[in-house]
């Protein structure tokens, strides 16, 4: 079943020096129970797409297209009052930086229990052993101390696991993921990813894991997409995904995570585009080997091929 | 083989805290190191946030003073004796972060002419731009770009230009801390691929300190891996990571999830968080996180040994 | 290989101006581009007084004193007799010469203390910033007023009154900027080529310390007015006949009631003058922040 479905979402932000199309007419669903990936560099419009399934683009950016379908809701006609009802309790998310994101002047156990206090009107100190039961469930080691830690009293994976607790605490249908393990070490970052397998199973959840780190995604997500300047490139298992890329981009970006000793690494010439004014045709032509004359022209439609979608001249067009 | 760069018993302690009565809390970033560097060779010191591998780089770079020990550059002590010009210019770093090692304020042409004329002091006007925009051509960029200011570059020509830049003074030895951490992962491809052909071309010396291994397997002759302030683990590159000898360096080998099988000799993985640099653990500092710590290994005094040709351990007990 | 750069191109590209777009967003901001305008008229019409001023500003005729404005007079005249009009025009170009030169006195100071105690830090820093700590217990105005006692009164020691007593606000400025400054990579890197001290402190850290500084003067212009006009007011400031604004309100007060003119009309000056300046530094402010101009909506520009 599917628990989310976007459809057609354009958000762009609206700068003196002209529009940028963050995220340019994209459209995929997210299963009951899968992990979605969603991968691409920096300006591919990943994060935008992130936080726009919550509604939390500010001005000068926009929803100006599209539908988020949640549970037969379509989240962009909702008004800010229902949004923040499903906001932390049926979708919520995690944050690439904990630091940001947790009040350093508050104890880790306060700020969990505040989800609880938000969204069930509970006093705060009736939740905190409910609070002290998920911070064993995240693997906080001592949780009853713990939760009169204050942030900076943690370390970075301490503080992520609190993030993901405060995530799971009212058992969400879906949970969003924005680079939660970038700013981590990498020892730390297989445990978390651990951790949040475990979550989803025990929840029964979605996620929606965005990162730029290809080699963790092949080691948590069930469904991989790849985004290149806004624009959706390739969609499909992770498995296949990886096996057989399919999109000159992403062979590119697979080849690129490869151990090579003493060469000439491969890579992929020249830089991202500008968002502003992208590439005629296919985004990426100025940047692939495989280009011909029609990728300059026109834009490649996503068409599905061997139980996957991909954005690429390459494969002709759908029957 | 020749050292160009040696450091001998280095020690750095920052202050964490000092009060007025009770004792001073040290920051035991750099504790009793050793580390040498040849000629034409590239060692990578890895290490997680924390490990202190960037103040190390910092001292060997000559911009540290150390509290204890002595960096000989060339057989010269350059804290004793002091650094002269010449040698200031023969020991150049590469940044994390082009966004701040470049000055927003300065057009790329002055970024570089300032390198410039501190070889050639009295050059004319158009002959620092044609010699700016050699060394443009060397790392591969336009010479449209001397005319722009840094937030007009993307992030891997702002790189390219710290390299030029570092290149400039025609150094003999590159300290590169994490020069790639900060980029895209179809850029880092790009940059990594420069500075192996320019060490190949320029026979120069680089300490290059990262956290990731992919990079590390492909510029680097030998491996220095650091844990919390002290190197637990080095030889040749081949060596450390086919015949990995110190659980530490075991572990971060299986943490990242597409490490080839060849190099996942030991499946181990570390429990727990990290310790803080403020008060180390006794013994072995990793036994608190290590999956085969001994009872012993509260008490054992870490020193390096050798165990094949050219390859060090601090721990004896991975086999 | 050999490079070499054509030389139209090299010629072109070093006239490129090297104005950025800050112009564009100052100018967006109309309230204060209108400020600027007001600001540079006022300027122009105190420098060129002796051409403009229907009267001589010290020609006076004590029978008309306080007499109301008319047409002949489109100010009225003060309190002996002196054509108002002629006296607020000649009076700018003390009132806001005073606060030009004061601040830039200042600033002098104030910037290379604060970058000395910045850059360098310990024990020189300390002593520089006890001693900003002792000038900054008393209110500017106190400050400014116990250095005019001490240096007598006149233009000159008007100027080093109020210009030194914004030294230590632009110390603590200035320091602050260049803590934040001075552990970037790139004056690192300067370090690293060998670079000396007073090189990257005048190309690596000064140029990108400068934009605040630069709108902080605009707020301190408008406030060295209030106080020179203030000691003005008080007498301390310069010695009558001199049309100075804040002077010629002190000898105006007493007749508040009958003529309200006579303290109206410069009051009113001192108030544009002043409020031009903060806004004018308000609209610096954004422009000069490249992170703000990042995020204003096309639509407004």
């Known amino acids: 079943m599917k628990i989310l479905e976007v459809r057609n979402l354009k958000v762009y932000y609206f700068l003196h020096r002209g529009i940028v199309k963050a995220v340019d007419g994209v459209s995929f669903s997210v299963e009951e129970g899968e992990i979605l990936g969603i991968a691409g560099e920096s300006g591919s419009g990943k994060s935008t797409l992130a936080h726009s399934i919550l509604r939390l683009i500010k001005p000068p950016g926009e929803i100006v297209e599209g539908e988020i379908i949640f549970q037969g809701k379509d989240l962009t006609k909702l008004s800010e009052d229902e949004m923040r009802e499903i906001r932390g309790r049926d979708i919520s998310m995690v944050f690439q930086d904990p630091n940001t994101y947790l009040n350093p002047i508050m104890k880790v156990g306060l700020q969990v229990a505040e989800v609880y206090e938000a969204h069930q009107n509970a006093k705060i100190e009736t939740v905190l052993d409910k609070v002290v039961n998920l911070f064993k469930k995240v693997k906080i080691t001592d949780p009853e101390k713990r939760i009169y830690s204050y942030p900076h009293e943690l370390s970075g994976g301490m503080k992520q696991r609190a993030l993901i607790s405060m995530a799971v605490a009212l058992k969400p249908k879906l949970i969003i993921l924005d680079e939660p393990t970038s700013a981590l070490d990498v020892t730390i970052q297989l445990e978390i990813v651990n951790l949040l397998k475990e979550m989803k199973e025990e929840l029964n959840a979605s996620m929606i894991f965005i990162s730029h780190d290809l080699e963790l995604l092949s080691e948590i997500t069930d469904k991989l997409m790849i985004m290149y300047a806004g624009k959706v490139v390739e969609y499909g298992s992770t498995k296949e995904v990886f096996n057989n890329p399919k999109h000159p981009y992403t062979e590119a970006l697979i080849n690129s995570i490869k151990y090579i000793r003493k060469d000439t690494l491969p890579t992929i010439e020249g830089e991202p585009p500008s968002l502003i004014n992208p590439p005629n045709g296919c985004r990426f032509h100025p940047r692939c080997p495989k280009k011909f004359d029609i990728c300059d022209k026109t834009e490649p439609s996503l068409i599905t091929i061997d139980g996957r979608k991909v954005s690429c001249h390459l494969y002709g067009e759908e029957e | ?319 | 290989m050999e490079v070499r750069i054509e030389e139209k191109k090299r010629k072109e590209r070093r006239e490129k101006a090297l104005f950025g777009q800050w112009w564009r967003i100052f100018k967006a901001n109309r309230v204060a581009y209108v400020s600027l305008y007001i600001l540079i008229g006022i300027t122009l019409i105190s420098l060129f007084a002796d051409f403009i001023a229907p009267y001589s500003p010290y020609e006076f005729d004590i029978r008309r004193a306080r007499e109301p404005p008319s047409l002949e007079h489109p100010f009225g005249l003060d309190e002996i007799g002196r054509d108002l009009l002629s006296r607020v025009i000649h009076g700018g170009r003390y009132s806001i010469g005073i606060a030009y030169a004061a601040v830039f006195l200042g600033a002098s100071i104030g910037v290379i203390l604060g970058l000395i105690s910045g850059y360098y830090g310990g024990i020189i820093d300390d002593i520089i910033q006890r001693f900003t700590d002792a000038m900054l217990s008393l209110p500017t105005i106190l400050l400014a007023i116990a250095l005019v006692t001490v240096l007598g009164v006149g233009v000159t020691s008007l100027i080093i009154a109020v210009g030194l007593s914004t030294v230590p606000i632009y110390i603590r400025l200035t320091r602050g900027l260049v803590l934040q400054v001075r552990n970037m990579d790139y004056v690192l890197a300067a370090k690293i080529l060998g670079k000396r001290d007073t090189y990257i402190i005048f190309r690596h850290i000064l140029p990108n310390i400068a934009s605040p500084i630069i709108v902080q003067s605009t707020y301190y212009l408008g406030l060295t007015i209030l106080i020179a006009s203030g000691l003005g007011f008080l007498g301390l400031g310069v010695p009558p006949p001199t049309p100075e604004w804040g002077a010629m309100i002190g000898r105006g007060r007493e007749f508040l009631i009958s003529s309200p003119h006579i303290v109206a009309f410069p009051g009113i000056f001192i108030l544009i003058t002043a409020l031009c300046f903060n806004l004018i530094g308000d609209g610096l402010r954004d422009a000069l922040d490249p992170k703000m101009a990042k995020y204003i909506r096309r639509g407004r520009i």
Not at chain 2, 197 to 208: A, D, V
């Open chain 2, 1 to 319: 083989m020749k050292t160009v760069v040696e450091g001998r018993d280095i020690k750095k302690y920052f202050i964490a805290s000092k009060s007025l009565f009770g004792k001073t809390e040290y920051v035991r970033a750099v504790d009793h190191v050793d580390i040498e560097i040849y000629d034409n060779s590239v060692l990578a010191l890895v290490g997680e946030s924390g490990s202190g591998k960037t103040t190390l780089g910092r001292i060997l770079a000559g911009i540290l003073k150390p509290d204890e020990g002595s960096v000989l550059f060339k057989g010269i002590d350059i804290y004793r004796d002091g650094l002269t010009r010449d040698i200031r210019h023969k020991i150049q770093v590469i940044f994390q972060n082009p966004d701040s090692s470049l000055n927003p304020r300065m057009r790329i042409l002055d970024i570089l002419g300032e390198a410039i004329k501190e070889i050639e002091p009295t050059i004319s006007k158009d002959d620092l731009e044609d010699r700016a925009a050699q060394l443009l051509e060397n790392v591969n960029l336009h010479v449209d770009h001397l005319y722009k200011y840094p937030h007009e570059l993307s992030g891997g020509e702002k790189q390219r230009v710290a390299i030029a830049r570092a290149l400039a003074v025609n150094p003999e030895f590159i300290v590169a801390d994490e020069p790639v951490s900060a980029l895209d992962i179809s850029i880092r491809a790009q940059i990594i691929n420069l500075l192996n052909s320019i060490q190949k071309r320029l026979r120069i010396s680089m300490l290059y300190i990262a956290h990731d291994l992919r990079t590390v397997w492909n510029i680097s002759d030998y491996v220095a891996v650091m844990y919390l302030g002290k190197i637990v683990e080095y030889g040749e590159t081949e060596k450390v990571f086919r015949n990995v000898a110190h659980p530490y360096t075991a572990t971060l080998l299986t943490s990242a999830p597409l490490m080839p099988k060849e190099f996942r000799k030991h499946e181990i993985y570390p429990v727990g968080e990290p310790p803080s640099l403020i008060d180390p653990p006794s013994g072995c500092r990793f036994h608190t996180r290590c999956p085969i710590a001994r009872e012993e290994c509260k008490k054992l005094d870490m020193k390096l040994e050798e165990i094949e040709d050219g390859h060090y351990t601090a721990c004896p007990f991975l086999k």
